[in-house]
């Protein structure tokens, strides 16, 4: 069995006693007392109050040196990234903007390396978007709520399933729209507020916290099914 990749969807309002518990459990995965983080921060542009948002997460759950892997806007150095994603005993991938944050990775050819890196054993975890930039797909849209402009993109695919997160309040209307873009028998994994999953590259997902949402394409129609972790 693959390694796993550790999911923490967020949400609003966060909480961050439970997202400090949950990167605990996710820090251990790297065998180290004070593991050494590369933090991705792709999908929200390498915000830097972002960055030390998380940053302090991350040393309260137990990290030793935080550093941005700087691979967007401006001060992208992909040279400088690699370096540190190569010497990191963890990488973080942060929330914000899935889309955004596929494309900084694939603009400066990051996308390879971090897909080796977790066939290598390399733990990953994620918050939000990042979750969602762990699995197989998601959607553009050409024009914000028509879904008749969307169409899907490439994540990283770490593993076989696509997610949304957080979106329970909204019926996970996107990750619905996903499913009808891969078509028949797709399957989709809706990871709500507060949760906290695994999951694998053989496909394999686990709550420790949170029933998933889970929704299948069954010739165009998108059904709410049973989980069975």
Not at 63 to 90: F, M, Q
Not at 93 to 102: C, F, N, Q, T, Y
Not at 119 to 148: Q, R, Y
């Amino acid at each position: 069995m693959s390694a796993a990749v550790y999911l923490i969807p967020g949400g609003h309002p966060p909480n961050f006693k439970q997202m400090t518990e949950d990167l605990g459990t996710a820090l251990a995965a790297c065998g180290k007392p004070h593991p050494a983080i590369a933090y991705v921060g792709t999908a929200s542009g390498d915000n830097p109050l972002f960055f030390r948002l998380m940053k302090k997460q991350l040393t309260n759950a137990g990290a030793g040196a935080v550093t941005l892997a700087p691979l967007a806007g401006w001060r992208a150095n992909p040279d400088a990234a690699k370096k540190i994603l190569s010497e990191a005993d963890g990488v973080f991938l942060s929330g914000g903007e899935v889309e955004d944050g596929i494309v900084a990775l694939k603009k400066a050819g990051i996308d390879g390396l971090l897909t080796e890196m977790y066939h290598g054993g390399k733990p990953f975890f994620g918050v939000s978007a990042g979750c969602i930039m762990m699995g197989a797909h998601w959607v553009h849209w050409d024009a914000e709520n028509d879904d008749s402009t969307a169409s899907l993109f490439d994540c990283l695919h770490f593993v076989p399933l696509t997610f949304d997160t957080h979106c329970e309040n909204e019926g996970w209307k996107e990750l619905k729209c996903a499913l009808r873009l891969m078509g028949d028998g797709a399957a989709g994994y809706g990871l709500s507020t507060g949760g906290f999953y695994t999951a694998d590259g053989e496909g394999h997902l686990t709550s420790a916290r949170n029933t998933p949402a889970v929704f299948h394409n069954s010739g165009g129609k998108i059904d709410a099914v049973a989980w069975h972790g």
